[in-house]
C-alpha cells in the first residue's frame, strides 16, 4: 500500500511538473545566498521594511501560475541577535495579512540554515482584503543575520506544487 501511494505521488508530481501552468526554472536571487524553483518567471522589488525595530532592505521575488502566488523574500538584518525578533514579526505579519490563525506549524530545517525555534513551517487559511478565501503555506528560517520567508497562497493549493516549490530551496 506504501508503494502504490508513493507510486501514486511520484506520478501527480511529473504531471504537475508538465502542467503548462507550471514551468518550472531554477532562480538564484542576488544577495540572497538561496536558490529556489519557481514555476514561473519571477519579478523582483525590493522595498524597506521595519524588522527587529530597524528598516532594513528586503527583497521578494514572486509570480502567478494557475491562480496561485509563488513568493521568496530575504533580509539582511546585519546583526545575528535581531534574527529571532524577525522571524516572531515577519510570522505575525504573515497571520495578520490575511486576518488568520495557523491551524498547523511545525518546525522548519533546512541544510546550512542556522538553528532557531522560530523557524518555522505554516499553514493557515483566512481571507484578502476584498474578502476572498485563501490558504497560505510559509516557511521562515534564518541564515547567519538573514532572514528568509517563502510563501504560497492562492484560493487552492495543490499539495505537490508547494512541496516542489519548498523542498527546492538550498542555502548556496
Known amino acids: ?9 511520484a506520478a501527480s508530481v511529473l504531471l504537475l511538473a508538465c502542467s503548462p501552468a507550471l514551468d518550472w526554472r531554477d532562480v538564484r ?17 525590493t522595498r524597506s521594511a521595519m524588522l527587529s525595530g530597524a528598516p ?14 509563488f513568493a521568496l ?3 539582511d538584518l546585519g546583526d545575528p541577535s535581531r534574527v529571532t525578533d ?31 525555534l522560530q523557524a518555522v513551517r505554516l499553514a493557515q487559511a ?8 485563501v490558504e497560505e503555506r510559509a516557511v521562515l528560517f534564518t541564515r547567519g543575520a538573514v532572514v528568509y520567508q517563502a510563501v504560497v497562497l ?8 508547494v512541496g516542489i516549490f519548498f523542498e527546492s530551496l538550498r542555502l548556496l
Open 1 to 9: 500500500m506504501r508503494r502504490l501511494k508513493l507510486l501514486c505521488f
Open 29 to 45: 536571487p542576488e544577495g540572497s545566498g538561496l536558490t529556489a524553483q519557481f514555476p514561473c518567471k519571477p519579478t523582483t522589488r
Open 56 to 69: 532594513v532592505p528586503m527583497t521578494l521575488l514572486s509570480c502567478e501560475a494557475g491562480g496561485v502566488t
Open 73 to 75: 523574500s530575504h533580509a
Open 86 to 116: 524577525a522571524l516572531v514579526e515577519l510570522r505575525s505579519a504573515l497571520a495578520g495579512n490575511l486576518q488568520a490563525a495557523p491551524f498547523r506549524s511545525a518546525a522548519f530545517e533546512l541544510t546550512g540554515m542556522t538553528p532557531n
Open 126 to 133: 483566512g481571507r484578502l482584503p476584498d474578502g476572498t478565501a
Open 154 to 161: 492562492g484560493v487552492r493549493l495543490d499539495d505537490a506544487a
